[in-house]
């Protein structure tokens, strides 16, 4: 499978993955101050979230958020088959996209970036590899924060809406340029700040 974008493309991605995650550490710092306080009475139990997710070239790494659902231990379920655990002050950190900032550390780690396809969960895509055709090629580039099904279509919870977030992918993947970054950035900013949007 192709990739797009040239090699300065992709050198100053990594460049501007590391230098914003870098501006954007003391607010990390500093929402954890502010969480560790509050927890206890808005959302009682663990600070942080960690997930096993596959990233590039099949790597599996472990995944930071911050906590939003009532801590449960068991197998891979979709985001919204789970909606039931959501506390309420952890939905609001969900709709500002507050909850995903610790992923700076994985950006940092070089296991992420800002943006790109969205990394699974290996039970789900263990299962999608032998349903989808393509979908191991989602593995060619670093997992994103963000990235293009996220802003268009948001989670899915069947393997035809999965099929729909895989051509969407493998779009960033060929078409990725400075155009394409620039409008995935762009719609995500536009969640953040609004709190609306398909991400």
């Not at 460049?15 to 009475?41: E, K, R, T």
């Not at 139990?45 to 472990?62: A, E, M, N, S």
């Not at 970036?113 to 969205?118: A, F, H, M, Q, Y």
């Not at 969407?168 to 536009?190: A, N, Q």
Request: charged share 20%; proline share 6%.
């Amino acid at each position: 499978m192709r990739v797009g974008g040239t090699r300065l493309f992709w050198c100053a991605k990594r460049l501007s993955d590391v230098g914003l995650s870098l501006a954007l550490l003391p607010v990390l710092v500093a929402l954890a101050l502010v969480l560790a306080v509050v927890n206890p009475w808005l959302n009682p139990g663990p600070l942080f979230y960690f997930q096993k997710r596959v990233g590039q070239h099949d790597r599996i790494f472990v995944m930071l958020k911050f906590r939003t659902m009532r801590p449960q231990v068991g197998k891979a379920k979709f985001a919204d088959a789970e909606g039931h655990r959501i506390m309420r002050f952890g939905a609001i950190l969900r709709r500002f996209r507050i909850d995903e900032l610790p992923q700076i550390l994985n950006v940092l780690r070089g296991e992420m970036s800002l943006i790109g396809p969205r990394p699974e969960q290996p039970e789900f895509a263990w299962q999608y590899r032998h349903q989808l055709p393509d979908y191991a090629n989602r593995h060619i580039v670093r997992p994103g924060l963000s990235g293009l099904s996220q802003v268009v279509q948001g989670y899915t919870s069947d393997i035809q809406a999965t099929q729909v977030k895989l051509e969407l992918d493998l779009r960033y993947i060929t078409k990725s340029g400075f155009r394409m970054e620039t409008y995935v950035f762009w719609r995500t900013l536009v969640t953040v700040f609004t709190g609306h949007g398909a991400i």
